[in-house]
């Protein structure tokens, strides 16, 4: 081990790789406490590269020659900067770096200044660093780190913006926790509305299959946004545009780093009746530009499962004297409470990304100019090599050594479990139980498979009903991937001797129309019986168009009410109708066009139409019947809440077919269910009674969110207060 003298002693370690390719290790201190300094900048200055240590002030530096210098910066401290020289093999660098008093508006001779233009400045400053980048190619390092403690980790996927993950009982030995990182290209072209992401190497724990590892934070959250959504809640940012009405801002200190005057500015929102984030940013004086941000949700900020949540945020100037974002971690905790004590999921992740390499305003490749969606990421078809040498040279941060003694726990189990025959089958068998009541069936009782037979999904229902005192089930067989790059598309083919439903209407699932059965005495549907087989084809071009085609051959013949007996009550049902006996040949279609969500709007003008042909035959004595229903629906934001917006919403829904259509086939008018009514569905039509060969319905819906519930400071469950709608409807 060689000793240097760098104002203080440093212990120098390189782990030499080749004559060009080095890793230089080190830890950063503090000075005087010893300290470690988490997410301290470490730069290769005649390189375009840098890495952040860890919370242990860890770092690891891929470079690219051995005489070359490094930069240490913090926010808070005088930077270093340090010339390598010479090579020694398994030693450690360790940098102590001085910190700056805190230092007064009094002691700083720039005079003093309000909070509020500190903002108004760094919103410019921000604006116009926007304005000037046109173009950024970049390296993207991200990694994910997540644990359900301690319930079983059935599935888990990520993308840019969400993850997913599927948790609870399973095998006793089965992991709970995973890690995910991968090495992205990034490109974006602002003018052309270009956003496209390359993942080029990727690697995670082996509970976590490949195809769903395709993280890159880049979008996760970028406090240059106006504002930033999370699940259902948006939040503006520190420097949007109206931050200084939304946020009172305070300047609780001022350092120097180097020779720049840093103010140290607290957040917190004005009305606490919306969402936002309290915290810490820091911005230049002078120049105004915002070089870190330190955020959680305000605690009155209601975000449905999430318990605690954390982002820090630095930002570089890369080129020019161009700001941008190049480093993000953000720390979060959620949980689902079902039945407390018995039914709950927590959750715990950390999600780092890290921008390295960056180009702005240059040229970028032709290729990716055939991508015009908003955001595409694509992986390389290396991308699962496993190359442990790009790993050790490129992996911009240090693991830690939980992250460490994840990989092999985690990898080391899989590989048991992955050892027993079972696992390896080409017959893969799950079930879960299948429960049905009405005044058809009576009480049908089964099981629903989900079978994997050399990769081909099968999935089905099999049940026996007491009323019929006879055996249904049916199966089917999908299959789905991608063309073109955008386009998803699929086949189905299936056989069936089951009990269907009159109508087009499925207002209701058939769960809640059990219960409804057993303890109100109320059945909505109708019920015929059928036997044949279908097949379908379809494609999706991401959410805004789907189109598909189903063909199906079947005999139907009528059923007649078997039961009379509810939970409570012993009294006649409804009559049953009557079907058309005969064989069927049937074509459905669906074209949909734009997207919207009834439920869950986006905050945006949403729209959305969807036209369902349909034709058939019936033979021997029926002959052909054709018809189509159209409906149209529109979301017009009015007020952001910060939650669910004040939004107008309008539906229009109709049908029409000629003079032939079977009873099973004709339109009916959506009612209530017993007590129970929904939004689109009428409280005063009979249910049943309402057949034909046309309709129209035309809905409008005012919604007021909660926030006059939050506004007036009425009393709240959870953080939230009741949701207020107005809605009329008509129909024929």
Request: proline letters at 4%; hydrophobic letters at 40%; charged letters at 20%.
């Amino acid at each position: 081990m060689k000793v240097l003298f760098i104002l203080l002693v440093i212990v120098l370690s390189i782990a030499e790789l080749n004559a060009k390719d080095i890793i230089v290790y080190g830890k950063v201190q503090n000075q005087s406490s010893f300290e470690p300094i988490n997410a301290a900048n470490v730069r290769a200055i005649e390189q375009k590269r840098r890495v952040y240590t860890n919370l242990k002030g860890v770092f690891r530096l891929p470079m690219k020659a051995a005489n070359a210098s490094i930069e240490i910066s913090a926010l808070g401290y005088n930077s270093k900067t340090i010339t390598i020289d010479k090579l020694y093999s398994g030693d450690t660098l360790l940098i102590f770096l001085d910190a700056n008093p805190i230092q007064t508006g009094t002691a700083i001779a720039y005079g003093d200044i309000e909070p509020k233009d500190v903002i108004k400045r760094a919103i410019a400053r921000k604006q116009e660093n926007l304005n000037r980048i046109q173009t950024v190619k970049a390296l993207l390092y991200s990694k994910l780190y997540f644990d359900v403690n301690g319930s079983a980790l059935n599935s888990a996927t990520t993308d840019s913006k969400s993850i997913s993950i599927s948790a609870g009982s399973g095998k006793d030995d089965m992991p709970s926790t995973a890690l995910m990182e991968t090495f992205a290209n990034k490109y974006v072209d602002k003018k052309k509305g270009i956003d496209f992401t390359k993942i080029i190497q990727r690697r995670q724990t082996a509970n976590v299959p490949a195809d769903n590892n395709i993280i890159s934070f880049t979008e996760f959250v970028n406090l240059y946004d106006d504002e930033i959504k999370l699940l259902d809640v948006t939040m503006p940012t520190p420097l949007a545009s109206n931050a200084t009405d939304f946020y009172r801002f305070s300047i609780i200190s001022k350092t120097q780093s180097d020779e720049r005057i840093i103010y140290n500015m607290s957040l917190t929102p004005r009305n606490s009746a919306s969402p936002g984030f309290t915290g810490t940013i820091s911005i230049i004086e002078g120049t105004y530009e915002l070089i870190e941000a330190n955020l959680r949700p305000s605690d009155a900020t209601a975000i449905s499962f999430v318990d605690s949540l954390n982002y820090l945020q630095k930002f570089t100037n890369v080129n020019d004297s161009i700001w941008y974002p190049t480093y993000l971690e953000v720390n979060f905790n959620a949980g689902v409470k079902i039945i407390e004590g018995f039914a709950e999921i927590d959750f715990k992740a950390k999600a780092v990304s890290i921008i390295n390499e960056i180009e702005i305003n240059t040229p970028l490749p032709d290729s990716i100019y055939k991508y015009k969606s908003e955001r595409v990421v694509r992986v390389d078809k290396e991308a699962d090599s496993v190359k442990s040498e790009y790993w050790e040279q490129k992996a911009l941060i240090s693991l830690n050594d939980h992250e460490k003694k994840v990989y092999a726990e985690v990898d080391s189990v899989m590989a048991k479990i992955k050892s027993e025959p079972l696992y390896n089958s080409p017959f893969k068998f799950d079930a879960s139980p299948y429960l049905n009541f009405n005044r058809v069936e009576s009480i049908s009782a089964g099981l629903k498979p989900d079978i994997n037979f050399f990769g081909i999904p099968i999935k089905g229902t099999m049940f026996y009903s007491f009323g019929l005192k006879d055996f249904y089930g049916d199966f089917e067989i999908k299959k789905q991937g991608r063309i073109a790059e955008t386009i998803d598309f699929g086949f189905s083919v299936g056989a069936f001797s089951n009990i269907d439903r009159f109508s087009f209407d499925r207002s209701y699932d058939m769960f809640t129309n059990t219960l409804s059965a057993a303890f109100l005495h109320f059945d909505y549907y109708d019920y015929y019986y059928k036997s044949g087989f279908r097949s379908s084809v379809f494609a999706k071009y991401f959410d805004y168009f789907d189109i598909s085609i189903t063909y199906e051959s079947s005999r139907q013949s009528s059923l007649s009410t078997n039961t009379h007996r509810s939970i409570f009550e012993d009294k006649t049902w409804r009559v049953n109708p009557a079907a058309i006996n005969g064989h069927y040949e049937l074509f459905f279609g669906k074209l949909k066009l734009g997207h919207f969500d009834m439920i869950n709007p986006t905050g945006n003008f949403d729209w959305q139409v969807v036209f369902k042909p349909f034709s058939g035959s019936c033979l021997p004595l029926f002959g052909n019947f054709q018809g189509i229903t159209t409906e149209v629906s529109l979301n017009i934001p009015l007020f952001s809440t910060g939650y669910k917006p004040i939004s107008l919403a309008l539906y229009a829904k109709g049908g029409i077919s000629d003079n032939d259509l079977p009873p099973q086939y004709q339109f009916r008018m959506a009612s209530s269910l017993a007590i129970y009514g929904k939004l689109e569905n009428f409280l005063t039509a009979q249910p049943g009674e309402f057949g034909g060969m046309s309709f129209w319905e035309v809905l409008a819906e005012f919604k007021l969110s909660d926030y006059l519930w939050r506004e007036i400071g009425l009393p709240l469950f959870n953080k939230r207060g009741i949701e207020f709608t107005l809605f009329g409807s008509i129909a024929k």
